[in-house]
């Protein structure tokens, strides 16, 4: 009887249990920081200060006024608008070549994920050796194509390209089997089927492939637009936004309102800004992703 | 090695005429991998191969690959310069203890929205979904400040306590266990089996490839972690290897042999981790398609 009790109770009791620390430890870390940064962003707090007093909207009209900022999000918009085509291109070029019944498809996949698990601060600083004004290997692999060296990172006007091609490099492994994954999923049965009535490689590409890889090009052009908005580490190590605020992006500049200058409340509405442009990119997701494509 | 055989073999088949369209696409295929995964890994190459050269052959243009008199020295000048096992050290502690962590608590909770009806069951899955998409910056400012009141900036502790728990795993693991049978768990408990033996029993055993996925992609994601060690941590003691190499770089500026050499050493673990365990890295991604 007693046990009997109490097996009822262990059992509407266990969720809790499992599910307590790693829901709390998640929480803690980023559902109560987001609203802490909520309320920040309506004071004008220095963390030096006990008390930070609410000034309401003025952050944000400070934020809107600042030339920087806007400098910050056109740098960052560059940013995501140079890397999205490149991943897209090239993640889903290696993934049809990978998929075209090869052999030896570990090996290749591993040496295009590599970058993708290198840690960025170690990638960050091999890049700067890469673009290394006198013996960096870019100057020399575009030397091969006949053009002058360049000194990539110190130019107002390669500073951008560099950073892009350096973020090509580092994630286009992980889009690709993303990518991979997707192109295994269509039934090869379509292609038969397009095959008897006389289509082409290029005619099956065109009209079967592409199309069903819809949704998972959205999915990858979504997250690489999050993933470009949040560009920080490389920034950090490689230009410290420079020269001349070319590789101001918005992160950095955010990290250096908090903490070179402590207006810890600035810093928290161009979080929030950031939070709701992140936001609305992901419900127009959510909107063009109801329209799945089944293969039903 | 493979690449070679592949190669030859193509040139046999050139050799007695059975080259058919189909193997000539298939050469321009692997032509087009070949040289994509050369300029992939072209900063790898240059990299190791630049840890094992004196400065001057590193410094010329245009740049050498093999190193004309290979040397150890720079490895046991990076190791009397800065205090490198330490950093090691420091990165090793601060990657293992939440991986472990992590991998516990994210397999409970994983076993928790998988198995059990209860009160409040879908809000809290969908608030942990919700969670998700916040990006980083917004959190990260006021997680400072947190830490900063709990006296926690500066010490192994704000290190570590922010990496005890992860969506991604949740969600992984409650994929995984959800495909574990019910009856299995219905006739332990007919048993008497209580639900604490269940999870230990029979859910744990059978979780172990997803287990090896989440502590692989936990483990590269902690010793990889950049952003937050860079504002918690102020004094060289505390430092982890991420922090530590570019500040070696901004004191080495005219040593990239030295630089490689460090470089070289402190990315190794996540390298070999994954040569060993890439079944697991793909199956994690394209389980849950997010990689971050």
Redesign the interface.
């Given at each position: 009887m007693w046990k009997r009790k109490f097996?009822k109770w262990?059992?509407?009791l266990?969720?809790?249990?499992?599910?307590a620390?790693?829901?709390?430890?998640?929480?803690m870390?980023?559902?109560?920081?987001?609203i802490?940064?909520i309320w920040?962003s309506f004071t004008d707090w220095d963390?030096i200060s006990p008390e930070a007093k609410f000034i309401g909207l003025k952050n944000y009209v400070n934020m809107l006024n600042d030339e920087r900022f806007w400098t910050a999000i056109h740098n960052t918009v560059t940013y995501a608008l140079g890397l999205i085509p490149g991943i897209v291109v090239f993640s889903l070029?290696?993934a049809l070549?990978?998929n075209?019944k090869?052999?030896?498809i570990?090996?290749?996949?591993?040496?295009?994920?590599?970058?993708?698990?290198?840690?960025?601060?170690?990638?960050?600083?091999?890049?700067?050796?890469?673009y290394?004004p006198?013996?960096?290997?870019m100057?020399?692999?575009i030397?091969l194509f006949g053009f002058d060296r360049i000194n990539w990172l110190e130019n107002p006007e390669t500073v951008m390209i560099s950073l892009i091609i350096m973020g090509i490099?580092l994630s286009?492994?992980?889009r690709m089997?993303?990518y991979l994954?997707a192109l295994q999923g269509i039934p090869r049965s379509y292609y038969e089927a397009a095959e008897i009535d006389g289509a082409g490689k290029w005619q099956c590409f065109w009209y079967i492939t592409l199309p069903l890889l819809k949704p998972t090009t959205l999915?990858i052009v979504i997250?690489t637009t999050?993933?470009s908005?949040?560009v920080?580490?490389q920034v950090?190590?490689m230009t410290q936004g420079g020269p001349v605020d070319r590789s101001l992006v918005?992160?950095y500049y955010?990290f250096q309102r908090?903490?070179s200058d402590l207006r810890?409340g600035y810093?928290?509405a161009m979080?929030?800004f950031?939070?709701v442009v992140?936001?609305v990119i992901?419900l127009i997701n959510w909107k063009l992703l109801g329209k799945d494509v089944t293969y039903e | 090695m493979?690449?070679m055989n592949?190669i030859r073999e193509l040139f046999q088949a050139f050799h007695e005429k059975r080259l058919t369209s189909i193997n000539i696409?298939?050469i321009f295929?692997?032509l087009?991998?070949i040289i994509?995964?050369i300029l992939?890994?072209?900063?790898?190459f240059?990299?190791s191969l630049g840890a094992f050269k004196p400065v001057k052959e590193?410094?010329?243009?245009?740049?050498t690959f093999l190193p004309e008199n290979p040397t150890l020295q720079n490895f046991v000048e990076v190791f009397e310069r800065i205090p490198f096992v330490r950093y090691y050290l420091n990165t090793i502690f601060v990657t293992v203890i939440p991986t472990i962590v992590t991998v516990?608590?994210?397999t409970?909770?994983?076993?928790?929205?998988a198995?059990?009806k209860?009160w409040g069951?879908k809000v809290?899955f969908w608030?942990?979904l919700a969670?998700?998409?916040?990006?980083?910056?917004?959190?990260?400012?006021?997680?400072?400040?947190?830490a900063?009141k709990a006296g926690l900036v500066d010490t192994y502790a704000g290190l570590i306590?922010?990496g005890?728990?992860?969506?991604f795993?949740?969600f992984l693991m409650r994929q995984f266990i959800i495909n574990i049978p019910d009856d299995l768990l219905d006739a332990a408990?007919i048993d008497g089996c209580?639900?604490?033996r269940i999870?230990f029993q029979i859910i744990l055993p059978l979780t172990k490839p997803a287990l090896v996925t989440l502590t692989l992609f936990t483990f590269?994601g902690h010793?990889?972690a950049?952003?937050w060690p860079?504002?918690i941590v102020s004094s060289d003691r505390l430092k982890t290897?991420?922090?530590a190499?570019?500040m070696f770089?901004g004191q080495y500026v005219y040593n990239?042999n030295l630089?490689?050499a460090a470089?070289l050493m402190?990315?190794l673990p996540?390298?070999i981790l994954?040569?060993f365990g890439?079944r697991y890295?793909?199956e994690g991604?394209?389980l849950s398609?997010?990689?971050?």
């Open positions: 097996n262990q059992r509407t266990a969720p809790y249990f499992f599910i620390p790693g829901f709390l430890f998640y929480m870390v980023t559902f109560i920081p987001a802490i940064g920040l963390i070029a290696i070549l990978l075209s090869i052999k030896n570990t090996f290749f996949r591993t040496l295009f994920y590599l970058p993708v698990i290198t840690p960025i601060a170690v990638a960050s600083v091999i890049w700067i050796w890469i290394h006198r013996i960096g290997i100057n020399w692999v030397g490099w286009v492994g992980a089997i993303i994954a999915f997250t999050i993933g908005f949040g920080f580490a950090n190590i918005l992160v955010i908090a903490f810890m810093a928290a979080s929030v950031l939070f992140t936001l992901t | 493979l690449l592949k696409s298939k295929v692997y087009a991998l994509g995964g992939m890994m072209l900063p790898f240059w990299m590193i410094m010329v243009f245009p740049p516990s608590t994210a409970l909770a994983g076993f928790g929205f198995k059990y209860f069951d809290l608030l942990i969670t998700m998409m916040i990006p980083y910056p917004v959190t990260i400012v006021p997680l400072y400040i947190m900063f306590v922010v005890l728990s992860s969506a795993g949740i408990r209580s639900e604490f999870f590269t010793w990889n950049y952003i860079l504002m290897l991420s922090l190499i570019p770089q990239p630089v490689f470089s402190s990315l996540t390298i994954f040569i890439q890295f793909v991604i394209t398609g997010i990689k971050e």
